[in-house]
């Protein structure tokens, strides 16, 4: 149930409203808006009469939220989210390009990525300190220290920055130096670790499941906001199938489905969905088509040498290209 309060209600009425929910054995979650504030009812055991807060002071209307996901449908924040990081913002019409290698491997590396990134139009840098890898014989990642660097490159560039958190144990420290947090499709549904990015002061990022449902992806991100973190920005970033010729297979049809379901920002990684670096500009293009909110590509300045991801990563030169066709398809759809 979602409890809309009238434009002109008094803090006090709104305290009233969430008093009689929590007399009822619920939890009241304010949720401001542009010019109102809304009251979601969760956790309820039984079935919510409408007419119980309908006539309370202040409250506009009660709407019973059909949906399992409640503080993520789009039924509780019509007009969409809108998510600031520094300087960018996530979810107001314009595409958010983030770009950057898969793994930070160097100062040097990171940093000769981030001037590419920065001088082709990106608006964020990835890179991961920890890395899901595989196999335990693979580059795990520089850790704090690549996290270190991260903060150099966000200093430098003006960039903010996202990264993985791999685990709660590692959780505090990428707080600390993260402007997004990231979590990876391995963890979609680590509810642990969803509850701690809940209660996180950070956007989270929550990449799609490799395996997963759009309903199943919802449901994982309604674990964070229900600790009370509402900036989480959803990834799609290709389900696994069958076929042989992309590592995944990129799913665009969820982008129209979940900015239908829901209010949250949704980005598209295409190149976790293909593994290809021939197949990623294709895709990025075709993310720019179907209105994702903004793109996340690997970049790197020597692919070849890459400690992961190499083969899927663009060169500098080919993200230039793609960064300004992104632009223009942008163009064309505001035109039209
Ligand atoms: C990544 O973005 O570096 C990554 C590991 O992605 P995913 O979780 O989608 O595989
Ligand atoms: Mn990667």
Same mark, same amino acid.
């Given at each position: 149930?979602? !409890?809309? $309060? %009238?434009?002109?209600?008094?803090?006090?009425?709104?305290?009233?409203?969430?008093?009689?929910?929590? &007399?009822?054995?619920?939890?009241? *979650?304010?949720?401001? =808006?542009?010019?109102?504030? @809304?009251?979601?009812?969760?956790?309820?055991?039984? &079935?919510?009469?409408?007419?119980?807060?309908?006539?309370?002071?202040?409250? /506009?209307?009660?709407?019973?939220?059909? *949906?399992?996901?409640?503080?993520? @449908?789009?039924?509780?924040?019509?007009?969409?989210?809108?998510?600031?990081?520094?300087? +960018?913002?996530?979810?107001?019409?314009?595409?958010?390009?983030?770009?950057?290698?898969?793994?930070?491997?160097?100062?040097?590396?990171?940093?000769?990525?981030? /001037?590419?990134?920065?001088?082709?139009?990106?608006?964020?840098?990835?890179?991961?300190?920890?890395?899901? %890898?595989?196999?335990?014989?693979?580059?795990?990642?520089?850790?704090?220290?690549?996290?270190?660097?991260?903060?150099?490159?966000?200093?430098?560039?003006?960039?903010?920055?996202?990264?993985?958190?791999?685990?709660?144990?590692?959780?505090?420290? +990428?707080?600390?130096?993260?402007?997004? !947090?990231?979590? =990876?499709? *391995?963890?979609?549904?680590?509810?642990?670790?969803?509850?701690?990015?809940?209660?996180?002061?950070?956007?989270?990022?929550?990449?799609?499941?490799?395996?997963?449902?759009?309903?199943?992806?919802? $449901?994982?991100?309604?674990?964070? $906001?229900?600790?009370?973190?509402?900036? #989480?920005?959803?990834?799609?970033?290709? #389900? *696994?199938?069958?076929? %042989?010729?992309?590592?995944?297979?990129?799913?665009? @049809?969820?982008?129209?489905?979940?900015? %239908?379901?829901?209010?949250?920002?949704?980005? +598209?990684?295409?190149?976790? &969905?293909?593994?290809?670096?021939?197949?990623?500009?294709?895709?990025?293009?075709?993310? &720019?088509?179907?209105?994702?909110?903004?793109?996340?590509?690997?970049?790197?300045?020597?692919?070849?040498?890459?400690?992961?991801?190499? +083969?899927?990563?663009?060169?500098?030169?080919?993200?230039?290209?793609?960064?300004?066709?992104?632009?223009?398809?942008?163009?064309?759809? /505001?035109?039209?």
């Amino acid at each position: 149930m979602l !409890i809309v $309060m %009238r434009q002109d209600a008094s803090q006090k009425q709104v305290e009233d409203v969430i008093k009689a929910v929590e &007399a009822r054995d619920c939890k009241a *979650r304010p949720i401001p =808006g542009g010019d109102r504030v @809304s009251i979601a009812i969760l956790f309820n055991k039984q &079935a919510l009469d409408e007419t119980w807060f309908q006539e309370l002071p202040g409250v /506009k209307q009660a709407i019973p939220v059909t *949906r399992p996901y409640k503080l993520v @449908s789009r039924e509780t924040r019509p007009e969409g989210t809108r998510i600031q990081v520094g300087n +960018v913002t996530i979810g107001n019409g314009r595409m958010v390009i983030i770009a950057g290698p898969c793994a930070v491997e160097s100062e040097i590396q990171a940093m000769t990525i981030a /001037k590419s990134v920065k001088e082709a139009g990106g608006d964020m840098f990835r890179g991961g300190a920890f890395k899901p %890898r595989t196999s335990p014989y693979s580059f795990q990642g520089l850790g704090e220290e690549g996290l270190k660097i991260l903060a150099k490159v966000r200093e430098e560039f003006d960039l903010p920055v996202v990264t993985e958190v791999m685990d709660l144990a590692c959780f505090d420290m +990428v707080e600390e130096y993260a402007d997004v !947090i990231q979590i =990876g499709t *391995r963890n979609m549904q680590n509810f642990s670790l969803l509850r701690r990015a809940g209660q996180a002061e950070k956007p989270v990022f929550l990449k799609r499941g490799m395996s997963a449902t759009v309903d199943e992806w919802l $449901m994982a991100a309604e674990y964070i $906001m229900a600790e009370g973190n509402s900036n #989480v920005i959803l990834c799609e970033r290709g #389900v *696994r199938t069958f076929v %042989r010729h992309s590592r995944n297979t990129l799913d665009l @049809s969820a982008v129209p489905v979940v900015q %239908r379901e829901s209010h949250l920002p949704i980005i +598209v990684d295409p190149s976790h &969905a293909a593994g290809f670096r021939d197949q990623v500009i294709p895709l990025a293009r075709s993310a &720019a088509a179907v209105s994702a909110n903004g793109i996340m590509i690997e970049v790197h300045n020597e692919p070849e040498k890459a400690m992961s991801d190499g +083969v899927q990563s663009l060169y500098p030169e080919q993200f230039e290209l793609l960064c300004r066709q992104i632009r223009a398809i942008e163009k064309i759809l /505001k035109d039209y």
